[in-house]
């Protein structure tokens, strides 16, 4: 028997279900929470650079569908493996070192790299719905 009521109360329990994943695992755990951290790092420290209006060739981290194409195996984001993601060896590199990322002298803190490496090592999951990123904050080139 087909209800109507389906699809709403669907919703609500991907709602309640998304909202306990937030509430139970401070720190991470739920990959839900994972990315909302992960995205919160970019938009602070990489989106100014890698948005949409970035240099011909640089990844595009302007939206989940970027991120996305950018994600899987010998990609840039390989989901599960933080050491083999260039997008995460970059944050690690050292600020004497070329390709580190935000470029020199403005290295992520600690806890920021911490995230982003929590999220890859969690599957790299991203929101089923586009969602857009935008730079918060001054660019770390003018910090
Ligand atoms: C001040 C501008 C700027 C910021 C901020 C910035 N980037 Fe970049 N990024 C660049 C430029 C320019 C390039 C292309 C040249 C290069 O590879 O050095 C690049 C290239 C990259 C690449 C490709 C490099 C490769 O070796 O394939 C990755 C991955 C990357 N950035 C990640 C990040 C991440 C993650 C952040 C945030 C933590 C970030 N970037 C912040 C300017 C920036």
Redesign the pocket.
């Known amino acids: 028997m087909k209800s109507p009521a389906g699809p709403v109360l669907l919703a609500f329990a991907g709602i309640a279900l998304l909202l306990a994943g937030c509430a139970t695992t401070p720190g991470g755990g739920s990959s839900a929470a994972n990315f909302e951290q992960a995205r919160a790092?970019?938009e602070a420290?990489?989106v100014?650079?890698?948005g949409s209006e970035r240099?011909a060739?640089?990844?595009s981290f302007a939206s989940t569908r970027d991120l996305a194409a950018l994600t899987g195996p010998g990609r840039?984001i390989v989901p599960g493996a933080p050491e083999q993601s260039?997008?995460f060896q970059?944050?690690t590199l050292s600020d004497s070192d070329i390709?580190a990322?935000?470029?020199t002298g403005?290295a992520?803190a600690p806890r920021e790299v911490g995230v982003?490496k929590a999220w890859i090592a969690g599957g790299a999951e991203l929101p089923e719905q586009d969602l857009a990123l935008r730079p918060q904050g001054r660019?770390?080139?003018s910090r």
Do not use: A, K, T
């Open positions: 790092v970019l420290g990489c100014h650079c890698h240099l060739g640089m990844p840039l260039r997008f970059v944050v390709g990322m935000p470029p403005h992520l982003l660019s770390p080139r």
